[in-house]
């Protein structure tokens, strides 16, 4: 599993300069920067991590890409749900070998990625994206990284227009996801998760809101995640001087039976107390 092979990514780190690149290794092609070329060819006989050296001298650590590599090094056309977030959104929504998980939309497929492999082959997973363009890329991104996936159907068609079947999981990752709040009534199993991931906050509230009116969702949590890195370097031990401050909010539920309001004991008094004789057909 150390080897690298035509046809799939590979990292080339110039640790020096502190630069990284993602490329797709076909025979007989060149990798090239103005620090020299490499031969395709030579890098497939590398194993993972071990070093290769360009024309002109400069050595490469060459990687298998992990999922974070492959999602922040391609080139992107929708926004993506970083990592970070993504693990959260995995743990919160309690997703497993088994379950059947819809998400919309698409939009890159880094987390349709995520999700496939928390599925490990087992249950499926049902992707809706409005853009046929965004669809046909996302399903090339995630064959690409992941390989074939009979258990992900992707389809091309708006949530907010309703949802056919019912699934154990929904992940949201589009801008009005209140407006699949009622679809939820019938897609959503009782007892089942939702996750969304909203940029500002005003969206959080205005979902939170619909999932409240519904009285049907248990549990409503909204959060972000920081990540801070540090600068562990000798003496120098502190927090990183820069820091990528905000992607977005997620909120996690669950939905439930709706919770009627009691009867007052006042009212239940009332009916014993009363010497009325009830009629025929309540007795
Ligand atoms: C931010 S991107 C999703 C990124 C994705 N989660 C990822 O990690 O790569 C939002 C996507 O939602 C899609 N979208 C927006 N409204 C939608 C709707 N009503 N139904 C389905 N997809 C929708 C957009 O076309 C876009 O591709």
């Known amino acids: 599993m150390n080897t690298i092979s035509y046809g799939t990514n590979v990292i080339l780190t110039d640790e020096e300069r502190g630069k990284r690149h993602m490329t797709r290794l076909r025979e007989g092609i060149r990798f090239t920067t103005q620090y020299g070329f490499i031969e395709h060819d030579e890098i497939v006989k590398v194993l993972d991590g071990g070093i290769i050296t360009s024309s002109k001298g400069v050595r490469y650590r060459v990687l298998k890409p992990t999922y974070i590599d492959y999602v922040m090094n391609i080139k992107r056309r929708a926004q993506i749900i970083y990592p970070k977030d993504t693990a959260a959104m995995l743990m919160e929504g309690d997703i497993y070998p088994g379950l059947s998980v819809l998400e919309a939309g698409v939009g890159q497929g880094a987390l349709s990625i995520a999700i496939l492999r928390a599925l490990g082959g087992r249950g499926t997973l049902t992707s809706y994206e409005l853009r046929e363009d965004f669809a046909g890329d996302a399903a090339g991104f995630i064959a690409e990284f992941y390989g074939d996936a009979e258990n992900h159907d992707i389809q091309v068609r708006n949530i907010y227009e309703g949802i056919d079947g019912e699934y154990d ?16 009534e019938t897609g959503l199993r009782q007892g089942g998760l939702l996750v969304c991931y909203l940029p500002t906050i005003l969206q959080v509230k205005s979902c939170v809101d619909a999932l409240r009116e519904a009285g049907t969702f248990d549990d409503i949590n909204s959060f972000e995640l920081i990540k801070r890195p540090w600068k562990v370097d000798g003496r120098s031990v502190r927090p990183e001087m820069w820091t990528f401050n ?10 439930v039976e709706k919770m009627m309001p009691k009867v007052k004991p006042a009212d239940a008094q009332e009916t014993e107390e009363t010497d009325e004789m009830p009629d025929d057909a309540d007795i």
């Open 169 to 184: 999981r929904v992940m949201l990752d589009l801008p009005e996801p209140w407006q699949v709040v009622p679809h939820l």
């Open 246 to 255: 905000h992607s977005a909010f997620i909120i996690t539920c669950r939905k």
